[in-house]
């Protein structure tokens, strides 16, 4: 009862200190059952959620630097969080104040596929406008010096800026400012090179090491920035550079790998496993600059992913969605795509790396850039070979491969219609695409119609698997597994998209046949799937699945099948991966593979309309493989070697798991419903 009495006049007291109407909507938020060991630092969880011992401390701190109390009336053993926590919940609760009494309020955007976003709890554009604000906040403690260095070892991911945020808070911060000039004078002259016009500003290792104009001096900058790293109490595993070379030789010929996950060590020593800075390492060779095309984008995570491979930092890089503030250094540029609706989606995930040889190589993967995605979640990434540059005589038609990846991809590529790339649609048209194995699979936005019908989305699958994929006689019984980490709005029954759109043009192969269509899987997380798993913990979630959404297609769950990947010990990993394929009825062998960012949704693959347009709103990119480019098969193994062919990676678990009859799929309401 005196709990209760308490909650009533805590809540009186927010009600009326805001005019009476700021924190209407507390009235109606649940408490959040961990309470003060709650892990999240997400304005999603704080918009729907109450933490009393939060708001205390908060409420009559809605502006400015936030100062905490020397002593708590709450145990806290994770100070770092809390002043994250303190930090958004800070914003949450000032942006609902300014909503009640009119004030100004930054433009929320939506980036979808549909009505489910590719976006976890804490890939909204709400964290967008929470990064941007909270790089100009400053936590003040009664605390000491060791302290505080404590309490912002976790801030912009762990390393990125933890000496930059000095510039931005230079009043009352000599201590900290002298620190911060030790912490990055280097131990060789080359370093103190590269550090003469920067010091002392109180530059931080970033900058640092994007002033290095060598391979020594940044691999000396790498060695102190991860020294500073398990200085200040980081776990810090990364693999050594120089190795993953001969890694990506023994991948050959599929060069397909799935993300290390932290926290499943058996993960670590698999061949097909792979950090972010290996795909830059220093034994691929040295990368002069890089283009990046993705959805989310930490920039401050991605240059520390750079400095840990030692390479340099100059790239450009088309994208959806910052989650970052850092100040730009003036080697990096970023090009926001505008899309051409609300719920329209730049959700492709590429790269382009260029080497001091003037060779490229191409990347795509599921994974976004930031921290999150390249955790504790299964994604999926293909490494092209080397591409050497043709020689200066060569015509622009010479050096394509016999999957057309090099046209196919100039053709994406000249879809941004962005004067900025063309030095990298030149880097493409320049480059011999011969040694690749893999066809090039994309979506962008609009009404296709004539030859365009068949250049993106499902219909440019159905052409590719209409010319080469071969299929015994029994194909109908080879099932279609599609597996996702979101699901768009797909009709109210089976058959309005995904038996006229997905399966038809999945069903296709060479020769054309009459045989019917295949039956249909489809891989998606139950909910204990992922109460489970790594992300639950700390509240964090890569399937942006609505509940709204699912009460419309329930049917759907008829055809799901759980997220099992005890085989590759990602069981815990929730999938950010997509994939789609046909299985044989024996479980060992499949016709082709599609590694791709495309979600199962109408917007990622496109629809035909009943005038034969082909309209799709996202961009998308993805890979193909076929086993006559690859193995000179018409299939790919997938239990054991068999004619000397290696076993395909596939991520997840077979025979499937079909779902039981108390099995729901995943849906973010998971969350305001705890």
Request: net charge positive.
């Given at each position: ?18 005019k009476?109407l ?74 609902e ?161 799935f ?6 060590k ?43 491979a030692g ?54 993967s ?8 390249w ?15 043709l ?14 990846f ?65 299929l ?15 699901i ?46 790594f ?76 005038d ?24 790919f ?10 076993v ?20 973010t ?6």
């Amino acid at each position: 009862m005196v709990s209760k009495i308490m909650m009533i006049l805590r809540l009186k007291f927010i009600f009326v200190k805001f005019k009476e109407l700021t924190f209407i909507q507390v009235l109606s938020k649940k408490q959040c059952p961990y309470m003060e060991k709650c892990y999240r630092q997400n304005p999603i969880h704080f918009n729907e959620m109450s933490h009393p011992h939060l708001e205390k401390i908060v409420m009559n701190q809605l502006e400015g630097e936030i100062k905490i109390p020397e002593k708590l009336n709450f145990e806290c053993t994770d100070r770092p969080r809390l002043i994250n926590q303190l930090k958004v919940l800070q914003m949450v609760l000032r942006k609902e104040k300014n909503r009640n009494e009119g004030g100004s309020l930054d433009k929320k955007t939506n980036c979808a596929d549909e009505s489910s976003n590719e976006k976890s709890n804490e890939d909204t554009k709400t964290l967008f406008q929470v990064r941007q604000e909270l790089d100009n906040i400053k936590i003040v403690e009664k605390s000491t010096e060791k302290d505080f260095s404590e309490d912002r070892k976790r801030g912009n991911n762990g390393f990125a800026d933890c000496e930059t945020e000095t510039k931005k808070s230079k009043s009352n911060d000599n201590k900290r400012q002298e620190k911060v000039h030790e912490s990055t004078q280097s131990t060789s002259k080359s370093v103190e090179s590269a550090q003469s016009s920067s010091s002392s500003k109180g530059a931080s290792l970033i900058e640092t090491f994007d002033s290095c104009n060598s391979a020594k001096s940044r691999n000396e900058v790498r060695e102190q920035a991860i020294r500073k790293l398990r200085q200040q109490g980081f776990e810090v595993s990364i693999v050594d550079p120089g190795n993953f070379a001969f890694k990506y030789a023994l991948s050959a010929p599929y060069h397909l790998f799935f993300s290390r996950i932290e926290k499943s060590k058996p993960t670590y020593d698999q061949q097909y496993s792979i950090t972010f800075p290996e795909i830059l390492d220093i034994s691929l060779g040295e990368i002069v600059s890089s283009f990046h095309i993705n959805f989310m984008v930490d920039v401050g995570w991605l240059c520390l992913q750079y400095l840990l491979a030692g390479q340099r930092t100059d790239m450009t890089i088309l994208y959806g969605e910052r989650v970052d503030q850092e100040k730009l250094s003036l080697n990096i540029t970023m090009l926001p795509v505008p899309m051409p609706g609300r719920f329209a989606c730049h959700h492709s995930k590429l790269m382009i790396l260029r080497y001091k040889d003037e060779g490229i190589r191409v990347v795509v993967s599921t994974a976004n850039l930031y921290m999150d995605d390249w955790e504790n979640r299964t994604q999926g990434i293909w490494i092209s070979p080397h591409l050497p540059p043709l020689p200066e005589s060569a015509n622009s038609n010479e050096g394509e491969s016999q999957t057309y990846f090099k046209r196919d991809l100039q053709r994406y590529l000249h879809k941004y219609r962005q004067p900025a790339i063309t030095e990298w649609i030149s880097a493409v048209r320049r480059a011999d695409f011969s040694s690749v194995n893999v066809f090039f699979l994309a979506s962008v936005p609009g009404r296709h119609v004539g030859m365009e019908n068949d250049y993106w989305g499902h219909k440019r699958l159905g052409s590719i698997l209409s010319q080469h994929a071969k299929l015994p006689p029994d194909a109908p019984q080879w099932t279609l597994v599609a597996q996702s980490s979101s699901i768009g709005s797909l009709g109210t029954t089976y058959e309005d998209w995904l038996e006229k759109n997905i399966t038809s043009s999945m069903s296709k192969e060479n020769p054309r046949s009459l045989k019917s269509h295949p039956s249909f899987l489809f891989i998606y997380p139950t909910l204990k799937n992922y109460e489970e798993s790594f992300d639950c913990r700390v509240g964090s979630c890569c399937l942006p699945y609505s509940l709204q959404t699912h009460s419309k297609q329930e049917w759907i769950e008829s055809y799901m099948c759980q997220w099992k990947a005890a085989r590759t010990a990602r069981d815990r990993a929730m999938p950010h991966i997509k994939t789609y394929t046909r299985i044989s009825p024996d479980l060992k062998k499949i016709p082709w593979f599609v590694l791709t960012s495309a979600n199962l949704s109408k917007a990622a693959w496109g629809k035909i309309g009943k005038d034969q347009t082909h309209y799709i709103m996202n961009y998308e990119a993805g890979v193909v493989f076929i086993p006559h480019f690859i193995v000179q098969s018409t299939t790919f193994p997938i239990q054991e070697e068999e004619a000397g062919i290696p076993v395909f990676p596939i991520p997840y678990d077979l025979p499937l798991t079909r779902y039981r009859s108390e099995d729901k799929p995943f849906v973010t309401e998971f969350f305001s419903s705890k």
